[in-house]
């Protein structure tokens, strides 16, 4: 008689595959290819979706044609260009990093693309939504341009299709060289700049996050009395923007860019789209300061300021940083304890105020999750989480999304 | 599947190939017969997995080499980056300690300026000289009231020094000393000393210390020290 074979728990039954690789390598075909090869290694079949982040130093169309070269047509591919990257181990630079997933039948996936000119980002974002939305999506992953367009309305107009608490995440796309100058979103098998890459899961599939900054505030509350195009603060409390500035950093305040991404603006209070913030002393969400004008003597911000928003100066600490990355990964992992995926997206302003020490940010958030569990992330230009349910464009932050497939 | 009409075991420039692209393109062989199938013989089936294998693996070996050489360029980038901010920072905390020097030696010349200021001596009349005290006397105050009075009373050939107290509210025990160090001293030159507009406070702490009130002369107002001192002078 044959021993009957128990079947695993339901609850101990990894119903979700998945294996992330990353390759350094001076060729960017070779990097894509060797990326395909290895995550056809690991997997041992074909991945049904392969999430790719790669520094922007490789020839882009180059590195997923060698990516896609490896993998058979069948396999979707979406991601973005990245300022660093993390894989299962360890955050790296110079890296084509990609997690290959394989779906169950009961959970499938869908990839979107937008090509630019995007000249109405709250349209757009709203006829995008309803692209997706036509597909029943469970989750989506977000790759918008962060230099051509301001993602504030591009969200708004987004969850107004598929609704404010839907659950988005993911990143803005980055360069290795943090110069502001092109990144690049890829679908299908092709890069492309100014527009968005997602990734829609359909089916019976959840996701979690937590998102913290570490960056604490400093000195009372102000309002934002004028703002203009979303992102320039003129004045606060009626005071230019730039005097207060400088009245908090002193001569420091010209050392842009370095100073405006170690000490953001931090929002308290406020409304930003259609979510109000709580009100209190806790930093709901970051905007580092990317220049100033010293005529106007406005600030000019990375992320959306709405008028009348509650603004703080704030500082950290790189401990500060670290130990927030930590938080964020254990806050995630207390209310999914064990995920199928891992994803992780920080700013690339934090691998500035880290130095060398940016490494031990992954580590951190690493360490909380099994070894086993596949992990992918890196590092961008404006991060997307949701705060109190509705997701929010971030700076500055460290995320993360732990993924499973609901048994 | 039939051979490839030039296969890589049997091209004449397979052995000028290099070992990795050798391995790179025998990995590529999983559908020849002599690999998979009926056909396959079990030699060379064995060899072009284990050369696969050595392939990946060398594939690693690279891959974690030039992740090493990426992440040391990064680091010295950055290292570059940290040693300029320091360097920066260095220019900064230069200026900051000349300021701070600089300010520091004025305020040192003001202070010197104010203690000349606070222990004023005024020549009454021939042989008497006073010294009004107003405020707090600390040791570097008392040091230049009694430089000043003692100077004086030698250079004035003064008799009588007059120490006025009426801007005294109150005094503590270090200045109770201090003042009577100054009292003591002129009393050596040979010079009367007369304590005028003593208030009730200082006069208390003045009897807590070793003060003998018969080796002074006290009076109410400078003008009453003035008279007595008129008078004195006129008897002799």
């Given at each position: 008689m044959v021993p009957a074979v128990p079947l695993p728990a339901l609850e101990s039954r990894i119903m979700l595959r998945a294996a992330t690789v990353s390759i350094v390598h001076e060729d960017a075909f070779l990097a894509g290819r060797d990326a395909g090869r290895e995550l056809l290694e690991e997997l041992g079949e074909a991945p049904s979706l392969v999430v790719v982040f790669a520094s922007s130093r490789y020839d882009q169309a180059q590195m997923l044609a060698g990516l896609g070269a490896a993998l058979p047509a069948t396999t979707r591919i979406a991601g973005c260009s990245s300022t660093a990257e993390i894989d299962n181990k360890e955050a790296l630079v110079g890296s084509v990093t990609a997690m290959g997933l394989c779906l169950s039948g009961a959970v499938g996936c869908e990839t979107f693309r937008l090509l630019a000119p995007i000249d109405d980002p709250y349209a757009s974002g709203r006829a995008f939504g309803e692209t997706i939305k036509a597909k029943n999506p469970a989750l989506l992953l977000l790759f918008p341009d962060g230099l051509a367009m301001n993602n504030a309305p591009f969200l708004l107009g987004l969850q107004e299709s598929l609704g404010p608490q839907f659950p988005i995440f993911g990143g803005v796309p980055g360069e290795a060289a943090l110069g502001f100058v092109n990144t690049y979103e890829y679908e299908g098998r092709e890069a492309f700049s100014g527009g968005v890459s997602a990734i829609a899961l359909t089916g019976p599939v959840e996701v979690v996050t937590a998102a913290a900054a570490g960056f604490q505030p400093v000195g009372v509350a102000r309002t934002a009395t004028r703002v203009e195009g979303g992102r320039t603060i003129y004045e606060l409390d009626g005071i230019p923007a730039l005097t207060l500035y400088r009245q908090y950093l002193g001569t420091r305040a010209n050392d842009m860019p370095i100073v405006g991404l170690e000490f953001p603006l931090g929002i308290v209070g406020g409304t930003i789209g259609t979510q109000r913030l709580p009100m209190g002393e806790a930093v709901s969400v970051i905007r580092g300061v990317n220049s100033f004008d010293e005529a106007t003597l406005a600030l000019r911000c990375l992320g959306e300021i709405p008028q009348g928003a509650q603004i703080t100066m704030t500082r950290a600490t790189k401990d500060d940083l670290l130990r927030a990355a930590a938080d964020a990964a254990a806050s995630a992992l207390a209310k999914m304890p064990k995920p199928e995926a891992v994803f992780f997206f920080s700013c690339a302003g934090r691998k500035l105020v880290l130095g060398s020490r940016f490494k031990e940010e992954a580590e951190k958030a690493l360490?909380?999750?099994?070894?086993d569990v596949p992990k992918i992330g890196f590092y961008t230009y404006g991060e997307l989480s949701p705060v109190e349910g509705t997701t929010m464009y971030h700076d500055e932050t460290f995320t993360v999304a732990l993924l499973r497939e609901k048994p | 599947m039939s051979r490839c009409a030039s296969c890589l075991l049997e091209r004449q420039d397979a052995s000028s190939l290099s070992p990795e692209d050798f391995q790179e393109q025998l990995s590529q062989?999983?559908?020849?017969p002599l690999v998979s199938g009926e056909t396959a013989i079990p030699a060379i089936r064995l060899l072009v997995q284990k050369q696969r294998d050595a392939a990946r693996a060398s594939r690693k070996q690279r891959n974690e080499t030039n992740k090493l050489r990426t992440e040391m360029e990064d680091l010295r980038a950055e290292s570059h980056k940290y040693e300029d901010r320091v360097m920066r920072l260095e220019v900064l905390h230069q200026t900051t300690t000349q300021e701070l020097e600089a300010q520091v030696a004025l305020a040192r010349e003001q202070e010197q300026t104010l203690r000349a200021l606070s222990a004023p001596i005024l020549?009454?009349?021939?042989g008497v000289i006073a010294l009004p005290v107003i405020g707090r006397v600390d040791a570097a105050r008392a040091d230049v009231m009694m430089k000043n009075l003692l100077a004086e009373l030698s250079e004035r050939q003064a008799n009588s020094a007059i120490l006025d107290l009426t801007g005294v509210s109150e005094i503590d025990g270090e200045a109770a000393n201090h003042l009577l160090r100054i009292l003591s001293a002129a009393r050596l030159l040979g010079a009367e000393v007369l304590l005028t507009g003593l208030r009730g406070e200082v006069a208390r702490m003045l009897v807590g210390l070793d003060f003998d009130p018969s080796r002074f002369t006290t009076l109410a107002t400078v003008e009453e020290a003035l008279r007595r001192c008129m008078s004195r002078a006129r008897s002799h």
């Open positions: 360490s909380a999750f099994s070894p | 062989c999983t559908e020849c020549r009454l009349s021939k």
